[in-house]
């Protein structure tokens, strides 16, 4: 937080408007998963195949200078090289998330050191039967969470990370932090899925008032042990208790193609150094003000945690709200506590992609 914090400060003080807190480091769009929400891997076997390399990856991370560095996909795991880039990483005393739905961290996990700087962000949208379902791969879960395990006992450092489509039962996702709170992971993040118009599942992504109704019904009334990974405006954002616009350049994606414009769910173009990204991309073009239709529903955590965080810094009130969120989280709401006793529309039928050793087999590749 200190780090965040320091680095915010010092981006305000030399005056600049746009400045990155969390490159997202896309090392390859393989995977061992095809969720159905998922816009990630409908690509070309070619483009399947590529990797970035180590050497892409850190001069990636220098030109955008931010102090985090998310590295989704794809299944990073996967990466042949992995161990080698999050080492760079680590010497370059980033704060990386490494995402991964951690089928493959058992049997990779002797490739990393437990180190403050290292946190294995894991994949998991929901309870057992939910998170199966969301992936599309049974049995996904019980892999993770004993992997998950296995971590902590190794001593490192384990969040998880959630995507929540329409149909998903606030009840359950509550039971869901209970979980894993009392697993030991250290924070829990969340975010509403996105629209890709390349997911094969196009029927239970969230407008913004289901977003918001949803979120309100999840984290109203908080336990005091859940422990997010989030900035707490970005979860009162999610609430409907505010409302901020996107700043797509707060979390930047770099992968195969170069700098990804605008941000990491569209594809409107790349830029080769982060520099001209930021010079050349029609931001007014995007959020949900723009009148954008791809930007129409978004509440993504990519567009407005940097927004959240970002007030935080911007202001005494942002501050103080901050302060009295982080302080004072219960959120006692009793048409929230309503909300959860109404009947759920159920979420879609399980899609099987492949059989688990089937799909293990092809990732040890
Ligand atoms: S609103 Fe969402 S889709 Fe649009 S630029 Fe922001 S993060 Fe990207």
């Known amino acids: ?54 050497e892409e990856c850190f001069r990636a991370v220098e030109e955008c200078g931010a102090p985090m560095v998310s590295v989704p ?3 990073p795991l996967m990466h042949p090289q992995i161990g080698e880039i999050i080492e760079g990483l680590v010497a370059r005393k980033k704060y990386i998330y490494l995402c991964t739905n951690a089928l493959l961290l058992k049997e990779k996990i002797h490739l990393f050191q437990p180190s403050k700087y290292l946190t294995f962000s894991v994949h998991l949208d929901g309870q057992r039967e939910e998170h199966d379902l969301a992936v599309c791969r049974e049995g996904g879960y019980d892999i993770a969470v004993d992997a998950m395990r296995e971590a902590l006992r190794r001593g490192f450092r384990v969040t998880t990370n ?22 030991g992971v250290e924070g829990m993040m969340l975010s509403p899925g996105y629209s890709y118009d390349k997911a094969p599942d196009q029927k239970h992504f969230l407008g913004r008032a289901r977003t918001r109704r949803m979120f309100r019904a999840i984290l109203s009334n908080r336990k005091k042990n859940w422990q997010f990974n989030l900035s707490p405006l970005f979860l009162e954002f999610l609430m409907g208790k505010r409302t901020y616009p996107c700043t797509p350049w707060g979390m930047p994606t770099y992968n195969v193609f170069g700098w990804q414009k605008p941000c990491y769910l569209l594809q409107d173009g790349y830029a080769e150094t982060f ?51 982080t302080l004072f989280s219960g959120y006692r709401d009793d048409e929230a506590l309503r909300l959860l006793e109404e009947p759920q529309t159920a979420v879609h039928p399980l899609v099987q992609i492949a059989t688990t050793s089937e799909t293990l087999q092809e990732t040890r590749a």
């Open 1 to 54: 937080m200190w780090t965040v914090a320091s680095y915010i400060v010092r981006q305000k003080l030399a005056g600049r408007k746009q400045y990155p807190l969390v490159l997202m480091l896309e090392p390859l769009f393989r995977c061992n998963l095809a969720c159905a929400g998922c816009g990630k891997i409908q690509y070309p076997a070619h483009i399947l195949k590529k990797d970035l390399s180590p």
């Open 73 to 75: 996909g794809g299944e």
């Open 162 to 183: 959630t995507t929540l489509f329409d149909g998903a039962n606030p009840k359950s996702v509550r039971a869901f932090f209970d979980e894993m709170m009392e697993l």
């Open 275 to 325: 520099a001209e990204l930021l010079a050349t991309t029609e931001w007014s073009r995007y959020g949900t003000e723009s009148g954008n239709p791809a930007c129409a529903n978004c509440m993504v955590h990519s567009g407005y945690e940097a927004s959240a965080v970002n007030a935080t810094f911007s202001s005494l009130g942002g501050f103080l709200a901050t302060v009295k969120a």
